[in-house]
């Protein structure tokens, strides 16, 4: 499995960005692909997941009505339209993929399949 995200960059206050996920190597029917993030200093956190093959939703707290999740099916892409951005949004923002773990799971044990992060700003 592959994962790429890309997207990233600086915004300021209130302002939005959409982080993209390029997923292949592997039938993701069976598998949820999420959303986590990482700020300096700070231990890694979920931001959101997606189950492939339905499409149902999960977010995290500090997210949820801010950030949207979605995916292609036949592009085999993952999306984060993130709204309304604060600066404590900025990390760096990591695509993830769990083929393993009941629905929904939000621990980044549950994911065994990681992509290199991008880069989020947020200025005040």
């Known amino acids: 499995v592959q994962l790429q995200a890309s997207g990233g960059g600086f915004v300021q206050t209130g302002g939005s960005l959409r982080l993209s996920c390029a997923a292949s190597g592997h039938s993701f029917d069976n598998y949820a692909l999420g959303w986590f993030r990482q700020a300096p200093g700070e231990e890694r956190e979920f931001v959101a997941t997606?189950?492939?093959?339905?499409?149902?939703?999960f977010y995290a707290d500090s997210v949820r009505g801010r950030f949207t999740i979605s995916r292609d099916v036949a592009k085999t892409m993952v999306y984060l339209q993130m709204n309304l951005l604060q600066p404590e949004d900025t990390a760096i923002y990591y695509c993830a993929a769990s083929g393993r773990a009941g629905w929904p799971t939000s621990l980044l044990s549950h994911y065994e399949f990681w992509g290199r992060g991008t880069q989020v700003t947020v200025s005040s």
């Open positions: 997606i189950r492939w093959l339905t499409g149902s939703t």
